[in-house]
T-cell receptor, first 115, second 113 residues
């Protein structure tokens, strides 16, 4: 069965610290897609990144980086030199090629960055 | 600007009073979906639609109805709301394939008293 686990419910850091948000997924499909979304205090869901199951290259976008490891079924998200504006709930999600109907979300990790 | 628009953003109602949350997208997407977000549970899919007049249940459809008469609109209907439907609701749209990014509306916070 498909499942996404975000074991960290809440993380607090001080500005400029690096922080990693963990995401572990389960799927039997060989073709799947992984996503990260950000939910700032205003409540909307903002797309951050998509990776497909055939592309294990890590990705960096500014202070954000993502580490995709199929061997451990993980898709972790690191924020370098965190800022107060990074405070949000972050969701990891999975969609499978054989089941295009849904996005399976983890329970989210609340990140609080203190000045 | 490409967007998914939900209305209202906030709604307080009483048990049993029918309500509709509207959702509209301007990206000509075939696929639309409704999710609810609850603390500790993440987002769970309520209903989805692959195209006009094609709808199907998600993981938590009980107590909800939807319709898709036009491609751009996908309203969520609560015929007889109950307090356990107090939640944050999101509408989403995409081109319909698993790889495609789902774009979300700003959310509707519903309280049923």
């Amino acid at each position: 069965a498909q499942k996404v686990t975000q074991a960290q419910t809440e993380i607090s850091v001080v500005e400029k610290e690096d922080v990693t948000l963990d995401c572990v997924y389960e799927t039997r499909d060989t073709t799947y897609y992984l996503f990260w979304y950000k939910q700032p205090p205003s409540g909307e869901l903002v797309f951050l990144i998509r990776r497909n199951s055939f592309d294990e290259q890590n990705e960096i976008s500014g202070r954000y980086s993502w580490n995709f490891q199929k061997s451990t079924s993980s898709f972790n998200f690191t924020i370098t030199a965190s800022q107060v504006v990074d405070s949000a709930v972050y969701f990891c999600a999975l969609s499978e090629a054989k089941d295009t109907d849904k996005l399976i979300f983890g329970t989210g990790t609340r990140l609080q960055v203190f000045p | 600007e490409a967007q998914v628009t939900q209305n209202p953003r906030y709604l307080i109602t009483v048990t049993g009073k029918k309500l509709t949350v509207t959702c509209s997208q301007n990206m000509n997407h075939e696929y639309m979906s409704w999710y609810r977000q609850d603390p500790g549970l993440g987002l769970r899919q309520i209903y989805y639609s692959m195209n006009v007049e094609v709808t199907d249940k998600g993981d938590v459809p009980e107590g909800y109805k939807v319709s898709r008469k036009e491609k751009r609109n996908f309203p969520l209907i609560l015929e007889s709301p109950s307090p356990n439907q107090t939640s944050l609701y999101f509408c989403a749209s995409s081109t319909g394939m698993a790889k495609n990014i789902q774009y979300f509306g700003a959310g509707t916070r519903l309280s049923v008293l």
